[in-house]
């Protein structure tokens, strides 16, 4: 069983561009949720897909938006990039998704630098 | 609204000594409670989760959890600690909204020494 894997690692973009984060979801799960994890805090909540709709979204501006593809993989996009935007980008998957017993598996995340 | 307490961002222990690492929630609706560990440059890995039944909860690598409602409290403990369990820690919480978002503390990093 493959895990939660996220591409690409690392990135460095520059204030102003628009980046995009790639999650590939855990085999047989259909909801993957979005984190960021600015350094040294605790990962914040930026939306969740299920069945390739959004589900909820927490505090972030509409320039952060995201996609979830047939194959349950997902997309994170953010626009016009901020200093402040530089952080882990987490992506967990959970299976079946709707309720908030379920277990989300993490993957291992990507860090963005924007200078 | 929730929100999740992590007292102490950093606790230091000897090898084989108990770990204690506190967390406290708010809640308006019945909590679900959760413990993740981080390694450097990792994801976060499920330790332990709470949804309702037994309070004490069981996880990986040893560690356990009590969930006191009078207390708002949902604690990790490890007896013995390992130089391998040096990590962040992060509490978490979730319960409301109709989807399983996770409210996050602030993480503790626990260093062991030998």
């Known amino acids: 069983e493959t895990g939660v894997t996220q591409s690409p690692t690392h990135l460095i973009k520059t204030r102003g561009q628009q980046v995009t984060l790639r999650c590939s979801s855990q085999s047989g799960h259909n909801t993957v949720s979005w984190y960021q994890q600015a350094l040294g805090q605790g990962p914040q909540f930026i939306f969740q897909?299920?069945?390739?709709?959004?589900?909820g979204r927490g505090n972030f501006p509409p320039r952060f938006s995201g996609l979830q593809f047939p194959n349950y993989s997902s997309e994170l996009n953010v626009n016009a990039l901020e200093l402040d935007d530089s952080a882990l980008y987490l992506c967990a998957s959970s299976s079946p998704g709707r309720t908030s017993t379920d277990t989300q598996y993490f993957g291992p995340g990507t860090r963005l630098t924007v200078l | 609204a929730q929100s999740v307490t992590q007292l102490g961002s950093h606790v230091s222990v000897s090898e084989g000594a108990l770990v204690l690492l506190r967390c406290n929630y708010s809640s308006s609706v019945p909590p679900y409670l959760f413990w993740y560990v981080q390694y450097p440059n990792q994801g976060l890995q499920l330790l332990l989760k709470?949804?309702?039944?037994?309070?004490l909860v069981k996880g990986i690598n040893g560690f356990e959890a009590e969930f006191k409602k009078s207390e708002t409290s949902f604690h990790l403990t490890k007896p013995s600690a390992h130089m391998s369990d040096a990590a962040e820690y992060f509490c978490a919480v979730s319960g409301s909204g109709g989807y399983n978002k996770l409210i996050f503390g602030a993480g503790t990093r626990l260093a062991v020494h030998p």
């Open positions: 709470y949804t309702t039944g037994a309070t």
């Open positions: 897909y299920y069945r390739e709709e959004e589900n």
